[in-house]
């Protein structure tokens, strides 16, 4: 069996959100974290962070393991989701609903200063300059994670393009080059790490 083979044959075995990402009611208090492919997942502040709802989710095997193959069918699972007319590319009002009702976050600005050494790349901005947009709630800084999938500037995300981005992101942070990812070994978000923070900003504190 092929590569590609087994990654569309993952995608096609992962569940499907219940109920679809960003339906769900949202609050002030709400957790925020937002996959690698651009999916967000919303918890109460009393529960605990979701990246460990998204990886439970995308490890299909559920052995404690997220394989480059089970990464990328994350991937294309929710652009399937994305792809509201399934033809296959995501573009025009498609993005535009990702970008308004599902994630709005992506519009939110610089909360923290980091060091902006460092070239950035068509795949977003550095690592280390300030997180904006989704970049606060995803594991790699990508204020718009959908679109930075587009590396033709055409305005539209084929599926192959969705498997380029799943390799290359799954490479930032498979830093050792093992071919897996844990749980317990994922770097904070922004957000995670200064949740304390951003709930006494929100209070007023």
């Not at 460990?52 to 490890?59: I, L, P």
């Not at 901005?125 to 790699?140: C, E, F, N």
């Not at 305005?155 to 498979?174: C, E, H, K, M, P």
């Amino acid at each position: 069996m092929s590569v590609l083979t087994l990654v569309l044959a993952l995608a096609q075995a992962a569940p499907m959100p219940s109920p679809p990402p960003g339906e769900a009611p949202r609050s002030w208090r709400d957790q925020v974290f937002i996959s690698p492919a651009g999916e967000p997942f919303r918890v109460p502040e009393n529960q605990p962070y979701p990246v460990a709802q998204w990886f439970n989710q995308a490890d299909l095997n559920h052995d404690g393991k997220l394989s480059e193959a089970e990464f990328i069918a994350d991937f294309q699972r929710f652009a399937a989701v994305l792809d509201a007319d399934h033809d296959g590319i995501i573009e025009g009002t498609e993005v535009e609903a990702y970008e308004t009702v599902m994630v709005p976050e992506v519009h939110s600005g610089a909360t923290f200063s980091y060091s902006t050494e460092g070239e950035g790349s068509a795949h977003g901005p550095p690592a280390d300059s300030q997180p904006m947009g989704a970049g606060k709630y995803g594991l790699i800084n990508l204020p718009e994670p959908v679109s930075a999938m587009d590396m033709r500037l055409n305005g539209r995300i084929t599926r192959n393009d969705v498997t380029s981005a799943a390799i290359y992101r799954f490479s930032l942070l498979d830093k050792e080059q093992r071919g897996w990812l844990t749980l317990a070994e994922l770097p904070e978000t922004y957000a995670q790490g200064h949740k304390g923070q951003v709930r006494k900003r929100r209070r007023g504190r």
